[in-house]
């Protein structure tokens, strides 16, 4: 055995010194009749804050920007984008795959409630299953065409996470928090997740940063001063949009009808993912395709 090996089990059959460790490659490929050319994830690091919200709505504003998007529901065990666009029927399958569910303006949908025979129905299960249908929801559906596929994961870095960025070929992330004193811990946890498994940060957006008084038209900060400035100048990160409490936005989602809610506040993160659509062109161009 070489002096330079640590080891003692012997049972390799190869010299330790010419044994080189390969990383493993837990990527998967998605359904043959899927073509996807961006995963963008939403995450936070805990729950509450509106991350399915701004999931929705960046659906919603890349599709009213001609674009083909799709949500994959990855919060198998609060999984609320459905009830968001007013969606109540089942997903189908054949031997080919599943089907996910087309919203009224287009955009594909695919969450555990469009499988369950009840929406109020629980999922009790553990973390290696739940992640495992998560995979599923990505190499089992037909997608078809996808220009922008975005990813509402659960909160914390757990199981889910952790499959969606080994498994999907995921271009960035949206990290989403609320004005409270521990932003700051909860940031660095979905900061340093990302960095560690080598993924892109596109910014931070702050949900339910103030209230817009209706009757003297001024700023409130309900939950207190906010932050999420700090935060986001600390970890290096850019500060993309703060969103007020709207009690029209919450009606909208608990209606259904978020596709036809009206709001610019997220404007800038569309404009950055036209733009990696564009450097994405520019390089196929300037290879020869």
Not at 1 to 19: A, L, P, V
Not at 125 to 136: H, S
Not at 200 to 213: D, K
Request: hydrophobic share 40%; charged share 25%; glycine share 8%.
């Amino acid at each position: 055995m070489s002096d330079s090996c640590s080891q003692t089990c012997g049972s390799c059959g190869e010299e330790c010194d010419e044994r080189a460790e390969s990383p493993v490659d837990f990527s998967e490929k998605p359904h043959e009749l899927s073509k996807i050319k961006k995963v963008i994830g939403v995450v936070s690091g805990k729950g509450g804050v509106g991350k399915s919200l701004v999931t929705s709505l960046m659906a919603v504003s890349m599709n009213r920007k001609g674009y083909k998007t799709a949500i994959l529901d990855a919060d198998i065990t609060g999984p609320s984008i459905p009830k968001a666009f007013g969606i109540h029927t089942k997903a189908t399958s054949n031997e080919s795959g599943f089907f996910p569910i087309s919203s009224k303006t287009g955009i594909e949908i695919m969450s555990i409630n469009l499988l369950l025979e009840n929406d109020t129905d629980p999922v009790i299960w553990r973390g290696p299953v739940i992640a495992g249908a998560v995979k599923q929801f990505w190499t089992d559906v037909i997608w078809g065409d996808v220009d922008y596929m975005f990813v509402d994961m659960p909160p914390g870095t757990g199981d889910v996470p952790l499959t969606v960025f080994q498994s999907l070929p995921v271009d960035g992330i949206i990290i989403v928090t609320s004005p409270q004193e521990l932003v700051s811990m909860i940031v660095a946890k979905a900061v340093k997740m990302a960095e560690m498994m080598n993924i892109p940060v596109i910014g931070l957006v702050e949900n339910m940063s103030y209230f817009l008084c209706p009757d003297c038209d001024k700023k409130h900060q309900i939950f207190g001063e906010s932050h999420v400035d700090e935060a986001a100048k600390k970890h290096g990160i850019d500060l993309i949009a703060k969103m007020p409490i709207n009690s029209a936005l919450a009606g909208a989602c608990d209606n259904g009808l978020i596709e036809l809610f009206e709001g610019d506040w997220l404007d800038q993160i569309g404009e950055f993912l036209e733009t990696m659509e564009i450097d994405e062109e520019e390089n196929e161009s300037c290879s020869g395709n």
